[in-house]
């Protein structure tokens, strides 16, 4: 080990911890009004969970909604929210998510720049179509616009940073940090140790833990070590671990989400993802392929959803191309590798999966009447007006989930500061996104997590300078 003085600066007024949507969005909030700021990030490029995502973000009460004719308000995505939460959010962070989601949303557009597609989604969970895609589809359109704005506000961003552990005074205020500012992935990298102090605040935006193995273990058991997950491999809780070691409270840390419209034919969220999430959950049917019945309202949120396939093990999701045409989505791409098959027709279908035909037929044809009565009687999915039968040919995809989002995290009040075990700020302290622990509870509903990081992130971005 070797201490480098030289390669980062010793000060700052604003130190952020991680290159995703929360700790950007925080930084340029935080440079906006007036802030001196550089954020720290240990991989060599920018991004985390944030650029591999989807990028979709809710919010409510939109020009797009009202140019479509659908009604929808804070209160009622407050309510969504809520409802999923089970108890185990905070309702005052919950609120003010929902209340400044259309207006960050908006920001997004003008500030950073971003453009979306126009089409609106629905994910379960949620009462109405609030969900929209960045364009290109990818949270890395976020993150390049993102990055473009640091570099036009000439805010630093230094990679290969690791951060090891906080440094506090002897009010227990957290003045700075001990880092590796050489970090690889590699465990016999040279390190090179440094601390670096910031007079305002830290603002902590390290991202979850679903593909932590060793800290999923700790704090949920039950996940098999083998159970994939859609994070990048390198997703791991040493911040949070180390807020944890300066007595930062904690809440839900046994919740992890799990991603319920994934493939274990393939690595990550991947290709198939968009199939599942998008198509199948709105236009299709998920079948146990034992029975050929469908076992859920494929609308049940993501919480409902996993347990029951997981449950289930033997899932498939089926949509047809008329519902792949109306989704907008391109697959071409997953059926060449092979990921989602195409089905000329419903013995191909129940051939491919060894479902018992006449069983599948039975299942479509009542599936068809359904969506003509317009009513679920079995499992109560809302029929919207864009779902249509199902009709050969069919496209299918087997369906696993796999751990995909941190419920659990730090405890922050309102205003993103770090509150301590004994429910006190913990002075110099501030967390946003991924990272905490009070804003979905029991499930975080489809889109949400976006909302929540840009919301955040921007209020981090202006309390760390009250201090
Ligand atoms: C495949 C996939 C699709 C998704 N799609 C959506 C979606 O469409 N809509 C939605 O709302 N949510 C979605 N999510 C969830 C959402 O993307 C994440 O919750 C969100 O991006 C987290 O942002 P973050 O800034 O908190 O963390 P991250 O983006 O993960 O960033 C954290 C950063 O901190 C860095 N870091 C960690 N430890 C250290 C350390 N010790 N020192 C320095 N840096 C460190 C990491 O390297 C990382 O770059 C998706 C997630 C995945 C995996």
């Given at each position: 080990m070797t201490i480098n003085q030289n390669r980062i600066p010793y000060r700052s007024e604003v130190i952020v911890i991680g290159s995703g949507f929360a700790g950007l969005t925080a930084a340029i909030e935080c440079k906006i009004q007036g802030g001196q700021v550089i954020v720290l990030e240990k991989m060599k490029a920018i991004g985390g969970n944030s650029i591999i995502s989807d990028g979709g973000i809710a919010a409510p009460n939109t020009p797009e909604q009202e140019l479509i004719g659908i009604k929808d308000s804070a209160k009622l995505m407050f309510e969504d929210m809520m409802k999923s939460a089970e108890g185990l959010s905070d309702p005052e962070i919950t609120r003010i998510i929902c209340e400044k989601a259309s207006e960050t949303y908006q920001w997004s557009k003008d500030v950073l720049g971003i453009k979306y597609m126009s089409r609106i989604d629905i994910f379960g969970g949620h009462?109405?179509?609030?969900?929209?895609?960045?364009?290109?589809?990818s949270g890395s359109t976020i993150i390049l616009k993102t990055r473009e704005k640091c570099e036009a506000l000439g805010i630093k961003i230094l990679c290969g940073v690791s951060v090891l552990s906080?440094?506090?005074?002897?009010?227990?205020?957290?003045?700075?940090l001990n880092v590796d500012s050489n970090y690889s992935l590699d465990p016999d990298h040279k390190k090179e140790l440094q601390q670096?102090?910031?007079?305002?605040?830290?603002?902590?935006?390290?991202?979850?833990?679903?593909?932590?193995?060793?800290f999923r273990k700790q704090v949920h058991s039950d996940i098999d070590d083998e159970i994939q997950t859609t994070n990048k491999r390198f997703t791991s809780a040493e911040v949070l671990q180390a807020c944890m070691d300066i007595n930062a409270k904690t809440a839900n840390l046994d919740l992890i989400q799990w991603m319920p419209w994934t493939t274990n034919d393939e690595?990550?969220?991947?290709?198939?993802?968009?199939?599942?999430?998008?198509?199948?959950?709105?236009?299709?049917?998920?079948?146990?392929?034992?029975?050929g019945q469908r076992f859920i309202n494929e609308q049940a949120n993501r919480k409902e959803l996993a347990e029951m396939i997981l449950q289930v093990k033997d899932v498939v999701g089926i949509a047809d191309e008329r519902s792949v045409l109306a989704s907008g989505w391109d697959l071409n791409s997953a059926l060449q590798k092979g990921i989602i098959k195409k089905?000329?027709?419903?013995?191909?279908?129940?051939?491919?999966?060894?479902?018992?035909?006449?069983?599948?037929?039975?299942?479509?044809?009542?599936?068809?009447?359904?969506?003509?009565?317009?009513?679920?009687?079995?499992?109560?999915?809302p029929i919207e007006d864009w779902m249509s039968s199902l009709n050969a040919p069919f496209y299918s995809m087997r369906i696993n989930p796999k751990t995909h989002y941190s419920l659990g995290g730090v405890v922050t009040n309102v205003d993103t500061q770090v509150l301590d075990q004994q429910g006190q700020i913990l002075q110099g302290l501030y967390a946003v996104g991924e990272v905490t622990g009070l804003t979905h509870g029991a499930n975080r509903l489809g889109s949400c997590s976006v909302t929540e990081c840009l919301v955040m992130g921007r209020i981090a971005g202006q309390k760390v300078l009250e201090s």
């Amino acid at each position: 080990m070797t201490i480098n003085q030289n390669r980062i600066p010793y000060r700052s007024e604003v130190i952020v911890i991680g290159s995703g949507f929360a700790g950007l969005t925080a930084a340029i909030e935080c440079k906006i009004q007036g802030g001196q700021v550089i954020v720290l990030e240990k991989m060599k490029a920018i991004g985390g969970n944030s650029i591999i995502s989807d990028g979709g973000i809710a919010a409510p009460n939109t020009p797009e909604q009202e140019l479509i004719g659908i009604k929808d308000s804070a209160k009622l995505m407050f309510e969504d929210m809520m409802k999923s939460a089970e108890g185990l959010s905070d309702p005052e962070i919950t609120r003010i998510i929902c209340e400044k989601a259309s207006e960050t949303y908006q920001w997004s557009k003008d500030v950073l720049g971003i453009k979306y597609m126009s089409r609106i989604d629905i994910f379960g969970g949620h009462q109405v179509p609030r969900c929209y895609t960045p364009d290109p589809f990818s949270g890395s359109t976020i993150i390049l616009k993102t990055r473009e704005k640091c570099e036009a506000l000439g805010i630093k961003i230094l990679c290969g940073v690791s951060v090891l552990s906080f440094i506090q005074d002897e009010n227990k205020r957290v003045i700075g940090l001990n880092v590796d500012s050489n970090y690889s992935l590699d465990p016999d990298h040279k390190k090179e140790l440094q601390q670096i102090y910031a007079s305002k605040g830290i603002i902590v935006a390290s991202g979850g833990y679903a593909a932590d193995v060793a800290f999923r273990k700790q704090v949920h058991s039950d996940i098999d070590d083998e159970i994939q997950t859609t994070n990048k491999r390198f997703t791991s809780a040493e911040v949070l671990q180390a807020c944890m070691d300066i007595n930062a409270k904690t809440a839900n840390l046994d919740l992890i989400q799990w991603m319920p419209w994934t493939t274990n034919d393939e690595i990550g969220y991947g290709r198939g993802g968009l199939f599942g999430d998008y198509i199948v959950s709105s236009y299709g049917i998920l079948i146990d392929s034992k029975t050929g019945q469908r076992f859920i309202n494929e609308q049940a949120n993501r919480k409902e959803l996993a347990e029951m396939i997981l449950q289930v093990k033997d899932v498939v999701g089926i949509a047809d191309e008329r519902s792949v045409l109306a989704s907008g989505w391109d697959l071409n791409s997953a059926l060449q590798k092979g990921i989602i098959k195409k089905h000329e027709s419903i013995s191909d279908l129940a051939d491919m999966y060894k479902i018992p035909e006449d069983q599948l037929i039975e299942t479509l044809d009542h599936y068809n009447q359904m969506v003509i009565s317009k009513k679920d009687e079995q499992f109560n999915k809302p029929i919207e007006d864009w779902m249509s039968s199902l009709n050969a040919p069919f496209y299918s995809m087997r369906i696993n989930p796999k751990t995909h989002y941190s419920l659990g995290g730090v405890v922050t009040n309102v205003d993103t500061q770090v509150l301590d075990q004994q429910g006190q700020i913990l002075q110099g302290l501030y967390a946003v996104g991924e990272v905490t622990g009070l804003t979905h509870g029991a499930n975080r509903l489809g889109s949400c997590s976006v909302t929540e990081c840009l919301v955040m992130g921007r209020i981090a971005g202006q309390k760390v300078l009250e201090s």
